[in-house]
């Protein structure tokens, strides 16, 4: 039997349980601060997360998205209020309130087809060292989750931009080939009317006195007959309908011999520049298109720019390798050659460039344009398998850069021999 404790024992037992228990219990409080602290910062990141899905799944631009997250981060990190928050993807910057940079900081980057993005979140003021610098390693992992949301929502806006174009391409495709067929069917007919009135109005200003009144209607007659004619002709060259005959040749010799024409055509106040490139390649090409393309890109010019100003014609030599083929709809790589036509005029807007290859697209005053000049040039270049492109700013002038597929040299010419 064991002997009975004595009082002091019991006392002393009592008080050594009480003070394990209130060990155990400041221990488990202390636990429980903690488990609460990890929870709460747990559901911080789970809510920002949350919102950034959100976000990308209603907001209908990356621009938005950007600037939508850039906000919404620094209630996510333990010290918001010091917390600031940038974004930086295809040149551009999306920064949180206040915003300033600072060395306390944090940064995740994205990668999306060949651009680079990144995420920063800057402490502006200092704090304790946690795992990495002043961050803790569950920030770090919840920046990398947004880079990597960011780069899927960038790929997806990608593809959607790509499926517009490809739609608007369609679209535009379609009422080209719509528009061509009317124009075609009725300019022919319209081009034989304008012949007679052409030829009768001659005949009969050799009736009439010259001097009189009616050979001065009848001369303004012709006047807008050749103009109507000069239409018919844009019309038939957009509807494919003229008989073409390409030769391989040399961009410059043609250019060459219709610089003067250009002159008269653009006037004395406009500057003319010709810069050709000595060791450009050959196209093939009907030599009349050449003169159309040419016709129409200078006068577009010369009517951008008011009163005096310069026109640059120049020529060279550009190899397209794979790079940029792959961000290029429709070239292959090679060796093509560029012709581009650029002027200091009033260039234009961002609504106007996109429709000008529209047929019947002109600002110009009723009477002055009909809207078709670089709808038919667009068609010429695409039907040799070249392109255009326009690059304009309001006030700063316009380029038009056309590239054409290089072409040999067939034998016979190689060797100057006449055909
Ligand atoms: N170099 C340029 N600078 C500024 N605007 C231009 C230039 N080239 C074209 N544009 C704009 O594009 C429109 C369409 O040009 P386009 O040549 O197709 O037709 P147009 O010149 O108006 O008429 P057309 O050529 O049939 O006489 C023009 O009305 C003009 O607003
Ligand atoms: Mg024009």
Redesign the pocket.
């Known amino acids: 039997m064991s002997e009975k404790p004595t009082y002091e024992e019991l006392e002393q037992r009592v008080k050594d349980l009480e003070s394990v228990f209130h060990s155990d219990h400041k221990q488990n409080e202390q636990e429980l601060k903690r488990l609460y602290q990890d929870q709460k910062k747990r559901f911080k990141e789970l809510y920002c997360l949350n919102r950034v899905s959100e976000s990308i799944r209603w907001l209908e631009n990356l621009r938005d998205i950007l600037h939508d997250i850039v906000q919404l981060i620094p209630a996510s990190l333990k010290y918001p209020e010091i917390t600031r928050v940038r974004i930086v993807f295809d040149g551009e910057e999306h920064v949180s309130e206040g915003f300033e940079e600072s060395s306390w900081c944090l940064s995740a980057e994205f990668l999306v087809r060949d651009k680079r993005g990144i995420v920063e979140v800057f402490y502006i003021e200092e704090r304790p060292l946690e795992d990495e610098g002043p961050f803790l390693k569950e920030e770090r992992d919840l920046l990398d989750s947004i880079a990597h949301m960011l780069e899927e929502a960038a790929e997806k806006e990608y593809i959607r931009n790509e499926k517009q174009q490809l739609e608007d391409q369609y679209r535009q495709a379609q009422k080209m080939e719509s528009v061509g067929r009317l124009a075609g069917g009725v300019a022919h007919d319209y081009n034989n009317a304008l012949t007679a009135i052409m030829g009768f109005t001659d005949l009969a200003m050799m009736d009439s006195d010259p001097t009189g009144p009616l050979h001065t209607d009848l001369n303004q007659v012709l006047k807008a007959a050749r103009r109507a004619q000069d239409i018919t002709r844009?019309l038939l060259a957009f509807a494919r309908k003229q008989t073409i005959a390409p030769i391989v040749l040399n961009l410059n010799s043609i250019v060459e011999s219709m610089i003067k024409m250009l002159r008269r055509l653009i006037g004395e106040d406009i500057d003319l520049v010709w810069l050709p490139d000595k060791a450009l390649g050959n196209v093939k090409m009907d030599p009349s298109q050449i003169d159309q393309i040419l016709a129409?890109l200078c006068?577009?010019?010369r009517?951008?720019i008011a009163g005096v100003g310069k026109i640059t014609i120049e020529t060279g030599m550009v190899t397209l390798d794979k790079t940029y083929c792959d961000k290029h709809a429709g070239f292959v790589p090679g060796k093509f050659v560029l012709m581009t036509i650029s002027?200091n005029?009033?260039?234009?807007d961002k609504e106007?460039l996109d429709k000008?290859f529209e047929p019947f697209?002109?600002?110009?005053e009723p009477g002055a344009?009909?809207?078709?000049?670089?709808?038919v040039t667009n068609n010429i270049i695409a039907m040799h398998k070249g392109f255009i492109e326009i690059e304009?700013k309001v006030g700063k002038g316009?380029k038009?850069i056309v590239t054409l597929k290089t072409e040999r040299l067939s034998y016979e010419q190689e060797k100057g021999i006449d055909s």
């Not at 005029?345 to 234009?348: A, D, K, P």
């Not at 344009?369 to 709808?375: E, F, P, W, Y």
Request: net charge negative; proline share 0%; charged share 10%.
């Open positions: 844009q129409n006068v577009n010019a009517d951008a002027d005029g009033c260039g234009m106007i000008i697209f002109t600002t110009k344009g009909t809207g078709l000049g670089l709808a304009s316009t038009v």
